[in-house]
């Protein structure tokens, strides 16, 4: 029985690895007002920043429609594979929630395995990828559930915001919450820690952003996987991927924007990298 690998949209993968991978990435919702969009699939990563900075109305998220997520793990089911099914954190979504409130009623759901990985962006991606390349290599469920465990002990996403206002109109602002009412022009650095943001560092101008995020990496003895991710800068992220390369192979590296859904919170200009440690 092969295993299938599901995931959601803010893993942030790119089409052309999620499909070699046979990676299943469901999209999660966004809404301006009352228009609704799949992630990724109706609004370009383009079209939304535009609406974002040019429109009066406040866009929000929310997870797939009950039942989307499960259909498609049943159908794989179906088909006679199992499923392992690794999603954004359950303090930052209700998709893990829903899913387990969902178990239940899922026809082969000794085949079926849900992680809640306490990431998302690309360090959920870097997660998930390392779990395809391992279903792709015949490995079992089990073995690949307590590897993916393994791996979330060790991954991190640390992002350089250009503005908070985004987290905390959207309500997601979590412990960076102290960040808020500086008088000073200074740019948040938020890192993922136990599935929720937390402040890492204030720096003073994004052009400090780079270096910062470089040496990040720098401090590390060795990281068995990498990601940069922007928002609406890609020069910026290309020029941190060739300056990353001297630790880590550059055709190895992931390179993404930042999915809408979660762009809804980061806003423009964000910069972040993504990492395992080894």
């Not at 109706?42 to 406040?58: C, G, H, K, N």
Request: net charge neutral.
């Amino acid at each position: 029985m092969a295993v299938k690998i599901v995931t959601d949209s803010t893993s942030d993968i790119p089409a052309s690895i999620a499909q070699a991978l046979g990676i299943t990435v469901v999209p999660m919702t966004l809404l301006f007002g009352q228009e609704s969009f799949r992630d990724r699939v109706d609004i370009s990563i383009e079209e939304f920043y535009r609406r974002l900075t040019q429109e009066d109305i406040a866009p929000t998220t929310t997870q797939p429609p009950p039942g989307v997520f499960t259909n498609v793990c049943q159908q794989i089911l179906h088909n006679g594979d199992a499923v392992l099914a690794i999603v954004i954190s359950s303090k930052l979504s209700g998709l893990y929630s829903s899913i387990i409130n969902a178990f239940d009623t899922i026809t082969g759901k000794e085949h079926f395995y849900v992680i809640d990985s306490k990431l998302t962006s690309l360090s959920l991606g870097l997660v998930v990828i390392e779990a395809a390349r391992m279903a792709q290599n015949g490995a079992g469920l089990a073995e690949i559930s307590s590897t993916v465990n393994s791996l979330i002990a060790k991954s991190n996403t640390v992002m350089a915001f250009d503005t908070l206002k985004y987290l905390a109109k959207g309500g997601r602002i979590g412990k960076a919450q102290c960040l808020l009412g500086s008088l000073l022009p200074v740019k948040p650095v938020l890192i993922l820690k136990d599935g929720e943001i937390t402040p890492l560092t204030r720096l003073r101008s994004m052009t400090t952003v780079s270096d910062y995020l470089f040496n990040q990496i720098a401090g590390l003895k060795k990281v068995s996987a990498l990601g940069v991710g922007h928002a609406t800068t890609p020069d910026t992220a290309y020029a941190l991927l060739n300056r990353l390369a001297v630790f880590f192979p550059k055709e190895q590296m992931i390179h993404s924007p930042i999915s809408p859904v979660l762009g809804v919170y980061a806003g423009p200009n964000v910069l972040s990298i993504s990492y395992i440690e080894e």
